[in-house]
């Protein structure tokens, strides 16, 4: 008798010494990002992070690290990869070197408003899903930028124009554009942009009206913005499978759920801040022009060239998606 009440006593304590941290206990991921705090991007991941937070009383808490503060833009997907950071948001386009089909969202001309970027990401999902299982990942979602357009202190009226200039590049993709064009590439991250503008190092670049903003290109001498609508960039939020797999359903579930909730919003506001971006621009004294016939003429032909490039670099896969993105 006294033995089995000390059995069960025993067994009692066992039972809530296991029990008691695992319900105070919760999940804790990090999430690093490359752009700034305020950026669209990483407010609608902050309200993911608070749904998700929300959705799972707490179990799962993520905490968003901004502009490169954990790990680089050109880090983070090996870094969720590898499990140091649990989940992440990547540019698809900046690790086209890694495999073509990452890149497909950053040739110009291809697929350059927001009606046929979503139609390209529908032709572009079923292939990113799974290479990314195959990389032990899952994609979250996944969000545009605004328009890239080019950015100058100088007037450009052609191609001509850009030669031998110091030009921005945040991808293979804006790298090659420099190389046709005749300018310098200089790889730099968002979250350096604005020292590499101030101190000279870049003198020209594509980007959206809301990277203008965010880097304050008019404090940097930047005059011109020719809103050439060339192709819309999207960035990715990128799991690591093992550790959404650790989750229980329930958490899995409202993971799943706020993410589809956080691309609806996403490409949403992407729409609106590029609105607001481009009177903020233009506030600040940069003019905001559509490129002429020659310049236009020119990027397209840069654009020709690199989509056959493209092609013949990303093979069957680089097929499926042109051929689903045309089908309509
Ligand atoms: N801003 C990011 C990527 C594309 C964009 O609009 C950048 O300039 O790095």
Same mark, same amino acid.
């Given at each position: 008798m006294l033995k089995t009440r000390l059995i069960n006593a025993t067994l009692a304590a066992c039972s809530m010494a296991f029990a008691l941290p695992s319900m105070a206990q919760s999940i804790k991921w990090d999430m690093p990002t490359a752009y700034p705090a305020t950026n669209f991007?990483?407010? &609608? *991941?902050?309200? +993911?992070? @608070?749904?998700?937070?929300?959705?799972?009383?707490? @179990?799962? #808490? *993520?905490?968003?690290?901004?502009? /490169?503060?954990? +790990? #680089?833009a050109n880090e983070i997907k090996r870094a969720v990869q590898g499990g140091q950071a649990q989940v992440g948001e990547i540019i698809l386009s900046? %690790?086209?070197?890694?495999?073509?089909? +990452?890149?497909a969202d =950053?040739?110009? +001309?291809?697929?350059?408003?927001?009606?046929?970027?979503?139609?390209?990401? @529908?032709?572009?999902?079923?292939?990113?899903?799974? @290479?990314?299982?195959?990389? =032990?990942? #899952?994609?979250?979602?996944?969000?545009?930028?605004?328009?890239?357009?080019? %950015?100058?202190? #100088?007037?450009?009226?052609s191609a001509a124009d850009l030669k031998g200039s110091k030009w921005r590049a945040y991808s293979p993709a804006t790298s090659r554009i420099a190389e046709l064009v005749g300018a310098q590439p200089v790889t730099v991250q968002a979250a350096e942009l604005a020292q590499a503008l101030a101190t000279g190092a870049v003198e020209t670049n594509m980007t959206s009206a809301v990277t203008g903003v965010d880097s304050k290109f008019f404090d940097a001498g930047v005059k011109f913005y020719y809103d050439m609508q060339a192709w819309l960039p999207k960035n990715a939020v990128l799991v690591n499978q093992a550790a959404f797999s650790a989750l229980d359903k329930a958490a899995q579930e409202a993971v799943v759920k706020a993410a /589809?909730?956080?691309? /609806?919003?996403?490409?949403?506001?992407? $729409? $609106?801040? &590029?609105?607001? /971006? $481009?009177?903020?621009?233009? $506030? &600040?004294?940069?003019?905001?022009?559509?490129p002429s016939t020659q310049l236009k003429a020119d990027m397209q032909r840069v654009?020709?060239?690199?989509?056959?490039?493209?092609?013949s670099k990303a093979g069957a896969d680089g097929k499926e998606i042109i051929d689903a993105f045309n089908k309509k």
């Amino acid at each position: 008798m006294l033995k089995t009440r000390l059995i069960n006593a025993t067994l009692a304590a066992c039972s809530m010494a296991f029990a008691l941290p695992s319900m105070a206990q919760s999940i804790k991921w990090d999430m690093p990002t490359a752009y700034p705090a305020t950026n669209f991007h990483t407010v &609608n *991941i902050s309200q +993911f992070a @608070k749904d998700v937070d929300q959705a799972t009383g707490g @179990k799962l #808490k *993520i905490t968003v690290h901004s502009n /490169a503060s954990l +790990f #680089k833009a050109n880090e983070i997907k090996r870094a969720v990869q590898g499990g140091q950071a649990q989940v992440g948001e990547i540019i698809l386009s900046g %690790y086209q070197n890694e495999w073509q089909v +990452f890149g497909a969202d =950053g040739l110009p +001309f291809v697929a350059d408003s927001y009606e046929e970027a979503e139609r390209l990401y @529908k032709a572009q999902k079923p292939v990113l899903d799974r @290479k990314l299982a195959e990389q =032990g990942l #899952k994609l979250l979602f996944s969000v545009p930028w605004p328009p890239q357009g080019l %950015y100058s202190s #100088k007037p450009v009226n052609s191609a001509a124009d850009l030669k031998g200039s110091k030009w921005r590049a945040y991808s293979p993709a804006t790298s090659r554009i420099a190389e046709l064009v005749g300018a310098q590439p200089v790889t730099v991250q968002a979250a350096e942009l604005a020292q590499a503008l101030a101190t000279g190092a870049v003198e020209t670049n594509m980007t959206s009206a809301v990277t203008g903003v965010d880097s304050k290109f008019f404090d940097a001498g930047v005059k011109f913005y020719y809103d050439m609508q060339a192709w819309l960039p999207k960035n990715a939020v990128l799991v690591n499978q093992a550790a959404f797999s650790a989750l229980d359903k329930a958490a899995q579930e409202a993971v799943v759920k706020a993410a /589809a909730a956080a691309e /609806a919003r996403g490409w949403q506001e992407s $729409k $609106k801040v &590029n609105e607001s /971006a $481009k009177a903020t621009l233009q $506030k &600040n004294k940069i003019s905001i022009e559509a490129p002429s016939t020659q310049l236009k003429a020119d990027m397209q032909r840069v654009g020709s060239s690199m989509l056959l490039e493209w092609l013949s670099k990303a093979g069957a896969d680089g097929k499926e998606i042109i051929d689903a993105f045309n089908k309509k």
